[in-house]
């Protein structure tokens, strides 16, 4: 008995001491004169961080996997980059203006970047990376780029880029479109050369990445560390040994599986934020019975949320109502609550459907995603008490994206959304014309706010708009939303300035050690 | 001819989990030591057939029966090794789990043995064009060690119960096929045979009483090391969650999954494991045991 | 020697199984559901970016044609490109191999060091207490699979006591001393079990020799016994060791596979497993091929090596 009540007693403690941590360290964020009682920031040390993937290729236009990327944060830079809360902040780009139609930018050019082969940045550069990414021999996944009709330099410091209708999401796109020298392009995938605070010293395919600070870096006063190592390490538990042992500093978004250990050890610090993704349980709306709405509302209704959380992520994780994670403050709409677990309610809406003896569905799972086979283990056994007999299904990542993803050939299947920097990219894939609206919802009324919001550039309306989309999403119960898995990140005492952002990277520039 | 015979010989024993290729000769001591080997090995299968019993018949706790506030409990008397992270009953899950390893061992076991001797004794028999064609095949499955070609194998069908026997099975074919094949070759040369031949027995007749009892012994010796090494190779699988698939308990299962709380839930760990061990030590056991009966010079 | 026609024929048998291995790898990975370029680009990516990208993998061919060009580039030691990493697959493997290779040695080096001696003394020391210890850790060691082994090591030597790395590993061009720690553990796990074998095999054989007529004789010329067991004995006993031992590589490396996970070591197996995962079919096929060719060149090489070893063989 102990085990588990100590646990659920000790919870609320560690979240709020969690918040005090991030809150202090936000706090002295804001402040950066140091007038707080915090010690300053010390230069130099050589930083640890384990993470669990290898890169697959440090070619910023080609990479896709989360794992690059969280590395790549500190190599490559675009044209506008992202603060805390998600907005968009000037980066390579000193500034910008939006033409009243919203289809040309033109940006100024920031002065005295340096790439890290010494060569200064200029329009041309912008210019060539923007064009290499458009290139479809470059093999860019995403498919906005096409969007930009016309790319060009008007003088050294100045880039225009003309689209061919407005897109109201293009500045946070630009956020991944990193900016390199031409003449370091063929070599970039193993060789990267960018504008970062840190450039690379060596990779070693399946042990580690090694950078260094880049002297000649444009922003003032950081980065404070002289050199980073990214070891990596595929199960968190032999993490966490390293760490306790010292050889590792920093765990970034560490399994929630292994973060008891982490708060048993003095010596070692746990920060908890959000991951900005939504974890879904995804309904095939085109499959029977999932087409009847009572049907979905009754699986709702069915699955406890709480307790998937304590159950399948050990408490580590915020509720969710609808496809949208708390972390996009200024558009979301708490809808957590939407649906109570209720399975009496739940029994009563199947017969109401016309399945007072339940029915028999598949759930598919990712099977590398240890959280989404954990939860759908729950889900089974929650849908079960209320009559809905569910058969677990485990399939690999590449067979989930092909047969669920894109061929929509599933019931059920759970699954984490990374979110994005804007509401339109988030939320557009209910849209009934998004190329992968998996779950095959349809509905007038989204749509059209959908297109609306993607034309228009003022705020407030299209705070509404995405509110009001959040809410169909509820209403129509188009998925069980369920949770956005707390980002936890495991540290020795000592290294301080690590900073949360509603993108998947570690920023590095912040981090130090305390004297 | 007689060389590489011997080599292939070898070859089979040092792949099986077997490798005791050298008789020795017949003591009192030995009779006693076969003596303790079944049973001992007799015993502790007894008990892994009982806990499989227990569990088909339900005897024990629901096996995927959850629940969240009795998470990580040592064992104690409501649960005899306690309970994993989702709080459901660690014994019930251990027996579920030798019902699954024998399945899964037992079925794998048949196939190989089946299909391997079939293979075998057409090579065998018919000889030449054939017997040139099967073992070239089954030479290029014998390049891959068995663990390897059953984790392909199980990419390709998809994981679960029954890809996993078929996978494990298909990967024990080879060694089955080149026992049987020696069987017949000896066999169909042997002089008894010949003067049954003579005397115009049917082929089938002769195989089934001339070359046939003088192959069950090695199968039968390869088949309790091939039990073994498959209830080994399954939970391999299902430890790199490529095997058995949940909610269903397998032991290398339980034991990936309890990895993570292996600080402070040791008997989480300590459970699954040996109860592979126990179970394929037994099989060893009995093994020894059938090739000690078996081997005419200890006999 | 070896006479030059045998070898013709093993050499010519070597080259068969090859290609059919080979051909059993391809067969095999085609027939395998997903789709690599939707991989590579993620679940965002754009269809027609996806199309391009499929041409310019060729996955758009007919299977015999992609058959015929992989196995050209294989007899060449081209093995393709990694779809997912972009590389050589043939240089992937090779800056993988030092891991699983020093892994696969060091444990062979243990089985050899701790397997002969343990299985000399139980035959020296037969039917005594000392004797039966061996048999019961040899029971044991067949018996106990080596992953759990691995995370019983890793409790005991790295959490309880932390006297050696918990996983990962240290190159050998880093800290010769460090890596040799980081790989002591899963060696370990890894050759229980061949240990096991070994110590066996080297107890009867040893049994059967202490038999032969020339120890007999050795015995009543009043040899003592110590001579007799170590310098003739064990001697003529090793044959069978050796041609085992050399057996046991192909079981080392398929073993190396669930150790490597079980250790987090960055070797051939790991490799395997993510290129699985990724549905990265050159990957998965180069090192599914080179596993095999290993296999079968170490078999071909022991048993030339068996017929050196062992003078009473004849050639016919």
Same mark, same amino acid.
């Given at each position: ?37 915090? +010690? ?33 944060? #500190? ?52 210019? &060539? ?154 309904? #095939? ?119 669920? &993803? ?36 349809? #509905? ?72 | ?215 069950? @012994? ?82 | ?40 680009? @993620? ?7 996806? +199309? ?262 004849? &050639?016919?």
């Amino acid at each position: 008995m102990g085990g588990g009540l100590k646990r659920i007693c000790r919870l609320p403690a560690i979240v709020i001491l969690g918040l005090l941590v991030s809150l202090s360290l936000s706090l002295w964020v804001e402040s950066p004169g140091g007038s707080l009682a915090l +010690a300053a920031p010390a230069v130099g040390g050589h930083l640890v961080v384990a993470v669990p993937v290898d890169p697959d290729t440090f070619d910023p236009h080609k990479a896709v996997a989360a794992a690059t990327e969280e590395i790549e944060f #500190n190599i490559y830079q675009g044209l506008v980059s992202f603060d805390q809360e998600g907005r968009i902040i000037p980066c390579l780009a000193e500034s910008w203006e939006i033409s009243e139609d919203g289809t040309t930018y033109t940006f100024r050019i920031r002065e005295g970047v340096l790439f890290h082969n010494g060569r200064r940045l200029t329009a041309a550069d912008v210019v &060539y990376s923007l064009e290499r990414i458009k290139d479809d021999a470059t093999g860019f996944p995403l498919s906005w780029p096409k969007r930009m009709v016309e790319v060009a330099a008007p003088n050294e410091n100045t880039v225009r880029i003309r689209l061919d209708e407005p897109y109201a999401p293009f500045l946070s796109e630009l956020v991944d479109a990193a900016v390199v020298p031409p003449e370091a392009a063929a070599a970039l995938a193993t060789e990267p050369v960018g504008t970062g605070p840190f450039r690379m010293v060596e990779w070693v395919n399946g042990q580690h990445v090694e950078l260094e600070r880049f002297e000649e870096y444009w922003e003032e006063g950081v980065p404070y560390l002289d050199r980073v190592t990214f070891r990596i390490i595929p199960d968190p538990a032999t993490a966490i040994l390293n760490l306790k042992a010292g050889t590792v500093h920093v765990i970034p978004r560490l399994s929630a599986d292994v973060a008891w250990d982490v708060e048993a050890t003095t010596g070692l610090k746990l920060l908890e934020g959000p991951m900005n993704v939504v974890q879904l349980m995804a309904l #095939n709306l085109d499959r029977k019975p999932l087409s009847d709405k009572r049907v979905r509302q009754a699986i709702n209704h069915a699955v406890d949320k709480d307790l998937l959380i304590e159950g399948a992520a050990w408490g580590f994780g915020a509720k969710l109502g609808s496809n949208m994670s708390p972390v996009m403050e200024s558009f979301y709409l708490d809808l957590a609550d939407f649906y109570q677990y209720d399975p009496k309610r739940a029994k009563e809406l199947l017969a109401e459907a016309g399945y007072p003896n339940g029915f028999d569905i598949t759930l598919s799972l990712p099977s590398s995603y240890d959280l989404h086979v954990k939860t759908g283990e729950m889900v089974a056994a929650m849908l079960g008490e209320v009559g809905i007999r569910v058969r677990i299904e485990l399939v690999e990542w590449g067979t989930w994206l092909e047969r669920i &993803y894109t061929k929509r050939d599933y019931d059920m299947t759970i699954v984490g959304l990374s979110g994005k920097l804007d509401p339109h990219t988030v939320l557009s894939r209910y849209e009934s014309s998004y190329a992968r609206n998996f779950n095959n919802f349809r #509905n007038d009324e989204y749509d059209n706010l959908i297109q609306e919001g993607l034309r228009i550039t003022d705020f407030s309306r299209r705070q509404e708009i995405y509110r009001r989309c959040q809410e169909i999403l509820a209403e129509e119960a188009a998925a069980v939303f369920i949770m956005d898995p707390s980002d936890l990140v495991a540290m020795r005492e000592g290294v301080a300035g690590w900073r949360y952002y509603p993108k998947y990277v570690d920023d590095l520039r912040y981090v130090y050690f305390e004297k | 001819m007689a060389v590489v015979w011997r080599a292939k010989r070898l070859t089979i024993k040092g792949w099986s989990s077997e490798a005791e290729g050298f008789r020795q000769r017949a003591r009192p001591r030995r009779l006693q030591r076969r003596q303790l080997s079944i049973w001992l090995g007799g015993s502790l299968l007894l008990v892994i057939c009982l806990a499989a019993a227990a569990s088909w018949w339900g005897l024990t706790l629901e096996p995927n029966a959850m629940n969240i506030r009795e998470r990580l409990l040592p064992p104690g008397p409501g649960h005899w090794l306690g309970t994993d992270h989702f709080g459901r009953d660690i014994f019930a899950r251990i027996a579920y789990g030798s019902r699954i390893a024998l399945l899964v061992g037992g079925g794998s076991t048949l196939l190989a043995a089946t299909l391997g001797a079939s293979l075998g004794a057409w090579a065998g028999y018919k000889g030449g064009w054939w017997d040139e064609l099967i073992m070239r095949l089954i030479d290029g499955l014998m390049a891959f060690p068995g663990i390897l070609l059953a984790i392909m194998l199980v990419t390709v069908m998809g994981p679960g119960l029954g890809n996993t026997m078929i996978a494990i099975g298909m990967a024990n074919v080879p060694v089955f096929a080149r026992i049987t094949r020696g069987v017949f070759l000896t066999g169909r040369n042997a002089l008894y045979v010949e003067a049954a031949h003579a005397l115009g027995a049917r082929t089938w007749d002769i195989i089934r009483y001339h070359i046939l009892p003088n192959g069950i @012994g090695p199968i039968l010796v390869q088949a309790t090391v091939t039990f073994a090494t498959a209830i080994l190779t399954e939970a391999s699988l299902s430890y790199l969650g490529l095997g058995i698939q949940p909610p269903d308990a397998s032991w290398g299962r339980m034991l990936k999954e309890a990895q993570p709380q292996m600080g402070r839930a040791l008997w989480s760990v300590l459970a699954p494991g040996a109860a592979i061990f126990i179970t394929v030590m037994a099989l060893n056991l009995m093994g020894d045991a059938i090739r000690d009966r078996l081997d005419p010079e200890t006999r | 020697m070896v006479p030059l026609q045998y070898l013709w024929r093993r050499l010519s048998a070597l080259v068969v199984t090859l290609l059919i291995a080979s051909t059993i790898t391809f067969v095999v990975f085609n027939i395998i559901p997903g789709d690599p370029a939707m991989l590579m680009l @993620g679940t965002e990516a754009d269809p027609e970016v996806l +199309a391009n990208l499929r041409r310019q993998l060729g996955l758009d061919l007919p299977l015999h044609v992609q058959y015929f060009q992989w196995l050209r580039g294989a007899a060449l030691g081209d093995l393709g490109t990694s779809i997912r990493l972009g590389r050589p697959v043939a240089s992937l493997i090779l800056e993988r191999l030092p891991v699983t290779a020093s892994l696969a040695v060091l444990a062979m080096a243990l089985t050899i060091i701790i397997g002969v001696p343990a299985g000399a003394y139980g035959a020296a020391r037969r039917g005594r207490a000392a004797d039966y210890l061996i048999a019961i850790f040899t029971q044991v060691g067949l018996a106990i699979p080596h992953f759990w082994l691995g995370i019983l090591l890793i409790l005991l030597f790295s959490m309880r006591w932390q006297l050696l790395p918990p996983g990962g590993f240290v190159p050998w061009g880093k800290d010769p001393w460090q890596a040799f720690l980081s790989l002591l553990l899963p060696a370990l796990a890894l050759a229980s079990h061949r240990i096991a074998q070994v110590a066996r095999i080297t107890r009867t054989s040893m049994l059967d020799a202490l038999h032969k007529d020339y120890i007999r004789t050795g015995r009543g010329k009043g040899l003592p016994e110590t001579i007799l067991l170590f310098k003739h004995a064990l001697k003529n006993s090793l044959i069978p060791v050796v041609t085992v031992a050399g057996m046991q590589f192909a079981g080392l490396l398929a073993g190396s596979i669930v150790a490597e996970e079980v250790f987090a070591l960055p070797g051939l197996g790991r490799l395997l497993l993510q290129a699985i995962g990724y549905r990265d079919l050159p990957l998965v096929q180069g090192i599914s091929l080179f596993i095999a060719a290993v296999v079968v060149i170490i078999n071909f090489m022991t048993d030339i090596l068996y017929l050196l070893l062992d003078p009473r063989v004849r &050639y016919d």
